[in-house]
């Protein structure tokens, strides 16, 4: 399993980053722990050191140009989290077993979604690495150290906030007369409210017995790019929530939550 992660996160070719983990994969020797500041990327996937990428609204969603754009934001956010999920299994090698066999398999769904989104793009006439792209996800890894800090960053920030992006694009790419698009983020929709139950199972498993829930997830994460205000969207899928076995109490709080931008900005 290190050896995959590893290689994952090394590799200089789309190949390389989609490639599945192994039907039959060890994890005998985790090694020790990792803590890799920054994937190898193929040159035309680099990240953009000064953040100029910009990205249309959903507003754009019509304009197939536009859709595109964000179909390639899209993709990279997803090559994002599976580089992210092999950075855990590097960093984590003495969390429990089942916690990292866990953050492989939704390592592989996330190199789904990245497909799935890929083949979306070309039939739009374009290919995964025509446009600029962000490091956005990877700018958490600086401070995360333990699997409580990654579980509350990726799993209860990132992958929460998407089960109202997903359903918002979707929406959108559907009154855009777009079908195909809005199949694939009803699909990423589904996969993402199960990868947001792994995330809190697995904080219930790591977090202080003496810390309620909003307590011990707003004392891992990090402000700006992290926080409640980033674990949602201008809409709030509370059904999504329940699904994944949040508590009530934590839904609550989110939904009263006002949501920001990366910049800060209002949503």
């Avoid at 990428?53 to 993709?75: C, E, F, T, Y």
């Avoid at 990726?154 to 559907?174: K, M, S």
């Avoid at 674990?231 to 999504?240: K, L, N, P, S, V």
């Amino acid at each position: 399993m290190r050896a995959f992660a590893l290689a994952l996160l090394e590799a200089d070719t789309l190949e390389g980053k989609l490639r599945l983990p192994p039907g039959e994969i060890t994890d005998a020797d985790p090694g020790a722990p990792l803590f890799v500041k920054g994937p190898i990327r193929p040159a035309n996937l680099r990240h953009d050191p000064v953040n100029k990428v910009k990205v249309p609204s959903l507003a754009g969603m019509p304009d197939a140009n536009q859709r595109a754009r964000i179909l390639h934001a899209l993709a990279n956010h997803e090559l994002q989290a599976a580089e992210l999920f092999a950075w855990a299994v590097l960093a984590f090698p003495d969390s429990p077993a089942d916690f990292r066999r866990g953050c492989l398999g939704i390592l592989a769904e996330e190199q789904k979604h990245c497909r799935l989104y890929i083949e979306r793009l070309e039939t739009l006439g374009h290919r995964f690495g025509d446009f600029g792209v962000t490091a956005h996800f990877w700018r958490k890894v600086a401070h995360m150290r333990t699997p409580l800090q990654f579980l509350c960053e990726v799993g209860l920030t990132l992958e929460n906030a998407n089960l109202d992006f997903a359903q918002e694009h979707a929406d959108a790419a559907r009154e855009a007369g777009d079908a195909g698009t809005a199949a694939v983020l009803e699909v990423v929709h589904a996969d993402e409210t199960r990868h947001v139950a792994f995330a809190w199972t697995w904080f219930q498993h790591f977090k202080p017995d003496e810390q309620d829930d909003w307590t011990a997830y707003n004392t891992n994460v990090r402000r700006p790019h992290g926080g409640p205000d980033r674990a949602r969207g201008a809409t709030f899928d509370a059904d999504a929530r329940r699904e994944a076995g949040i508590a009530e109490a934590f839904i609550a709080k989110l939904a009263a939550t006002s949501p920001t931008r990366p910049g800060g900005a209002s949503r």
